[in-house]
Nanobody, 122 residues
Framework: QVQLVESGGGLVQAGGSLRLSCAAS????????MAWFRQAPGKEREFVGA????????YYADSVKGRFTISRDNAKNTVYLQMNSLKPEDTAVYYC???????????????WGQGTQVTVSS
């Protein structure tokens, strides 16, 4: 199985930046996509973006395009979510997930981290 651990969350003022990390360990073979989701209170888990381990292709939700960037460090088995120009509506628990295929739906992803809280003040 795969273990995922998120870090880097915290409190930031609107317009500021944060970088989240997701470190993967265990049997990662077959986990070809790493994705970020977020969930605010009372809302369903929402797709943020994803990256392919094979070629580095990235995919983003419209709500974060131009502000968030996903990258990877193969040597560290880690993916990053760089968040710039943060808005109060970005406040949520952010989760990383991995799976064999790309999808914006949460259910198909096989492994999940515990999440890290991001709070953006106005």
């Amino acid at each position: 199985q795969v273990q995922l651990v998120e870090s880097g969350g915290g409190l930031v003022q609107a317009g500021g930046s944060l970088r989240l990390s997701c470190a993967a360990s265990g049997r990662t073979f077959g986990s070809y996509y790493m994705a970020w989701f977020r969930q605010a209170p009372g809302k369903e888990r929402e797709f943020v973006g994803a990256i392919s381990w094979n070629d580095g292709s990235t995919y983003y939700a419209d709500s974060v395009k131009g502000r968030f960037t996903i990258s990877r460090d193969n040597a560290k088995n880690t993916v990053y979510l760089q968040m710039n120009s943060l808005k109060p509506e970005d406040t949520a628990v952010y989760y990383c997930a991995t799976g064999r295929v790309f999808t914006v739906a949460a259910r198909p992803y096989e492994y999940w981290g515990q999440g890290t809280q991001v709070t953006v003040s106005s």
